[in-house]
């Protein structure tokens, strides 16, 4: 089964303690909507950040490797009277979009981009996206995350509909981790329906999304940690990153 096919049915409810309003405070801060409207979100999965910064003020469209995410972004986009438009693509594939004031990778979503080549590849065409001074902002899973506290599994959670047991292990690839998750979801009839999902994540040291950034040609990169404006320490969980081209 890939990868958040029918996680995507329980994504949000599981997904409460993300503070999406801090992540749309995160690019007002930066990118203030009367010098930047056009804005890509890249991995919008079931489009609750996307929705959010429509109803800020931003020109937002958004893509999703997942159809399954999609479907459940288009109903939210419907049921909010909201016209984003969503594509179906892989973030390393990413095309057909020009002169972008803003673009996100909200999430920790570039951390299933698992092939070193295809987070260039990204960084890359999103660089290619934007216009001059636009600005990318994403997020990824510190390596104190990756190689120390996901390796603490199994995690488990019960709310009476949802309950999940959560197993992790390392990864073939160094800061990298496989996640296997079983779910059972009341329906209703009264019953459980379980199904498992498997997926896989890799994170890299800061400085070399930095130098990779560099590189491609980014003019400004700016690190930061677990919602602040701190820079990351050993400990940090999160880490926040600002590219300006």
């Not at 939210?76 to 438009?85: D, G, L, T, V």
């Not at 001059?132 to 996901?150: E, N, P, R, T, Y």
């Amino acid at each position: 089964m890939n990868s958040y096919e029918r996680f995507a049915k329980v994504y949000d409810e599981l997904m409460t303690d993300i503070p999406y309003d801090e992540y749309v405070e995160w690019i007002q801060t930066y990118a203030p909507i009367a010098d930047n409207k056009n804005l890509l979100d890249i991995g919008c999965g079931t489009g609750t950040l996307a929705l959010m910064l429509d109803q800020a003020g931003y020109a937002v469209s958004g893509v999703d490797l997942s159809e399954d995410m999609l479907a459940v972004a288009s109903a939210r986009m419907e049921m909010a009277n909201a016209q984003i438009p969503l594509f179906a693509m892989s973030m390393d594939e990413l095309d057909g979009f020009n002169e972008l004031d803003v673009a996100i990778i909200p999430i920790d979503s570039i951390n299933y981009v698992t092939d070193e080549s295809a987070v260039i590849e990204t960084l890359k065409r999103v660089f290619a996206s934007l216009r001059a001074g636009g600005q990318l902002f994403f997020d990824v899973h510190s390596l104190f995350k990756m190689d120390d506290i996901f390796l603490t599994s199994p995690f488990t959670y019960d709310d009476g509909t949802i309950t999940y047991i959560w197993h992790t292990a390392p990864g073939d690839y160094e800061h990298s981790v496989y996640h296997q998750m079983s779910f059972f979801v009341a329906t209703e009839n009264g019953l459980f329906e379980r199904f498992d999902e498997e997926h896989f994540q890799r994170t890299f040291d800061p400085a070399q999304y930095v130098k990779w950034l560099k590189e491609i040609g980014f003019s400004e990169v700016f690190v930061t940690a677990d919602w602040s404006i701190e820079a990351p320490e050993d400990e940090s969980e999160r880490v926040f990153i600002r590219a300006i081209k």
